[in-house]
């Protein structure tokens, strides 16, 4: 019998959903119709499913450049459906004590979540909004799983994009690391249309009637986001310079699609 509170009956199958497009951009299973359908729109405008994977191979990147400087602690906001190489498995390669809170306001993700057994005392899915980034401070699953006396790497992969200006996303980014110590880190991937305005206009207008807007910002406005942190080299740039791997990594399709960078509080 199927729990009459669970998440799955939450599901609206009538209007795209954000994260399930971002699954079936990186050729997840877990979408429907209606969010192939503006999916394939968007991706007649460009190599979406390229620019997903580096995007995706950035969190990696990012994930084990926090491990490396030791921290031991993650928040992943917006975290989307579980697909590969989560952070709490990036993570915990490095140290099996890692500990991550991941945050979406899909119910979906919760209990995708727990269908695959990815949570235990050291990982949890908080539904929240980080459009109320106190209630995410918060949360008491966010306070038991991490000390926020010790550093934290706070992950917006994706997720500030989808937040208007009048949302002040810089503002939220402030508000959820303003309690993190020195050595703190946090990991930015944000989409622009500085090299593809017409294409980044025709995108806005799918996901206008979809779960999310898509809110395209220049290098400058993705740089604010990192005020008071001191950016790891190479700074903000394009997701195929930050550190590429290897060669596919540097010649992947798309890469102007996204800026990203790291930035450590001191």
């Known amino acids: 019998m199927t729990d009459p509170d669970s998440p799955l009956l939450r599901v ?6 954000a994260a399930r497009m971002y699954d079936y951009y990186l050729g997840g299973k877990n979408n429907y119709k209606v969010d192939r359908e503006a999916a394939e729109k968007i991706m007649a405008l460009g190599p979406s499913r390229h620019i997903c994977v580096a995007n995706r191979r950035f969190l990696g990147r990012a994930v084990r450049e926090a491990s ?3 921290i031991r602690q993650f928040l992943d906001l917006g975290t989307g459906l579980p697909t ?3 952070v709490h498995e990036v993570a915990k390669r490095e140290d099996p004590e890692a500990r991550v809170v991941y945050v979406d306001y899909d119910p979906v993700v919760r209990a995708h979540a727990q269908a695959l057994r990815m949570l235990d005392e050291t990982v949890t899915v908080i539904e929240q909004d980080v459009r109320d980034p106190e209630a995410v401070l918060n949360h008491p699953d966010a306070q038991n799983t991490i000390d926020f006396s010790q550093p934290v790497a706070v ?3 994706a997720i500030l994009h989808c937040l208007t200006d009048e949302e002040d996303p810089w503002g939220v980014l402030r508000t959820l690391t303003g309690p993190l110590v020195p050595g703190s880190m946090i990991a930015v991937s944000h989409l622009t249309d500085d090299a593809h305005p017409e294409e980044g206009a025709a995108a806005r207008e799918v996901y206008d009637k979809a779960t999310a807007p ?7 406005d ?7 942190f001191e950016v790891l080299e190479p700074g903000v740039t394009q997701v195929n310079e930050w550190r590429p791997e290897d060669d596919m990594d540097r010649r992947r399709p798309g890469g102007e699609w996204f800026y990203v960078g790291m930035g450590r509080k001191s």
């Open 12 to 17: 609206d199958t009538t209007v795209p959903n």
């Open 68 to 70: 490396a400087r030791g």
């Open 84 to 86: 590969q190489e989560n």
């Open 155 to 157: 992950l917006f992969i």
């Open 214 to 220: 898509l809110i395209h910002r220049s290098h400058a």
């Open 222 to 228: 993705v740089a604010r986001f990192f005020e008071g």
